[in-house]
């Protein structure tokens, strides 16, 4: 996607970096771009960039906005700046929200995606449930997960509906961009994909076993979607450790069937990149690569496929799916996984 796929709101800023340069710490005003992010769905507000030269050798710990260059700065934003690539595989996932309390899915989640490859989870926390912070407590004193404060100061989605949200599904994009952002020195690829979705390797066992069999010189990898029904019956199917798996309420073991159809790329996909070469991603596709050129690969569904678990409260229609038990090959791994078992 080009830059004409943003706005470039016409409205000078300011921002005042905090810096240093050998010993010596200063401030310094620069003149700044606002650019407003895609996929806004016609909300009041929208997630937007704030663009801005840095000065050469600098070494940014903080910055602040103003309207003006020498009014008063009344912020100060500290700078992220992860000086070594530390992860493989850390993984972004949409704001949790609505008191969110399912914990049989979240561990779920977590565990599945450890075995797949997953170093680092982070989580954007607008509303959560107390289970569910017992368990995200837990998995950050494992450092496995990071915790984002997102009490966004304006009106979000509620149900029933009350009233029009201000911004779409809580921020999901401008917290999506500050995740590929936090990461982008961190870890060599950020996976995106929601808590009821799972990026399968079909060629291969783990994501690094799937990577090393697609095109190295690409920055982003989409895959395409295949719904798996929750609301179908759960597979008659033996393997090992059912008896947890029902104990659990492991979706992906005991939810097998999917319908037939898998979405073509870029219709309700989820994608995994090179975050150092992203400048914006949007829900189901990249937006914009920092070098301004596309580089991303389609993976097809022989390689890689994105496993979305949904209930459409239509279980008479399971005669139109096709049986695909391709995650029971993880049935005796998850099972004995550190959370799921206890």
Known sequence: MSTQDFTIVNDERWIRIGNSTGNEAKSISVAAILRAMPEHRERRYSGSYIDCLIPKNAEVFAVSLAGE???????????????????????????????????????????????????????????TNSNVDKILKYYRQQGLVEIIQWHIPVKVDTWPQKSKPEIHY??????????LHRNAQRST???FQDLDEFIIPRKGYYWNDMMKKLPTDKNAYIFRNAFFRKDWPDNNLTFIRKELAIKYKSTTLLKSRRERKILEHLRRSKYIVKPKTIDTVGIHNIYRYKDGKSSVHNV???????????DWENPKDYHTGTNDPYTLQYSNELSRSSCLSK
């Open 69 to 127: 260059q020498c009014s008063k700065h009344l912020n100060s934003i500290p700078v992220v700046n992860h000086k070594q690539r530390t992860k493989q595989y850390a993984v972004c996932v949409t704001p949790l929200n609505y008191k969110y309390s399912n914990v049989h899915q979240l561990v779920e989640m977590i565990e599945f995606n450890k075995i797949l490859g997953a170093e680092l989870f982070i989580f954007y926390n607008y509303s």
């Open 170 to 179: 809580f921020g999901q994009l401008p917290a999506l961009n500050d995740c």
């Open 189 to 191: 690829y950020v996976v």
């Open 300 to 310: 097809e569904a022989e390689y890689g496929l994105l496993h979305h678990y949904r």
